[in-house]
Nanobody, 115 residues
Framework: QVQLVESGGGLVQPGGSLRLSCAASRSIASTYSMGWYRQAPGKQRELVASITGDLTNYADSVKGRFTISRDNAKNTLYLQMNSLKPEDTAVYYC??????????WGQGTQVTVSS
């Protein structure tokens, strides 16, 4: 079993920045891919960004504003979010798919963009 713990969420004004972190209880070097998802009230969970090896992928709505990265030495996944908009408000979840096929989710962290 692997635990993923997100942190870094909070309340920020439009145009502001936040950095989310996802700390894993097991080495992320053996992950096939990792990603950030979000779910706004009344909406389905959607992919925000993913990283597979050195390849990154972003939802169109966050391209140019968000950056996903990983630090294998710290077993941590990051999401740098800049130029935040009210429509970015959601619970953000970390997901890890390990090489043996198992998928794990974090408990989520709330991001609220409001003036």
């Amino acid at each position: 079993q692997v635990q993923l713990v997100e942190s870094g969420g909070g309340l920020v004004q439009p145009g502001g920045s936040l950095r989310l972190s996802c700390a894993a209880s097991r080495s992320i070097a053996s992950t096939y891919s990792m990603g950030w998802y979000r779910q706004a009230p009344g909406k389905q969970r959607e992919l925000v960004a993913s990283i597979t090896g050195d390849l990154t992928n972003y939802a169109d709505s966050v391209k140019g504003r968000f950056t996903i990265s990983r630090d294998n030495a710290k077993n941590t996944l990051y999401l740098q979010m800049n130029s935040l908009k009210p429509e970015d408000t959601a619970v953000y979840y970390c997901r890890a798919r390990y090489n043996w096929g198992a998928i794990y989710w974090g408990q989520g962290t709330q991001v609220t963009v409001s003036s």
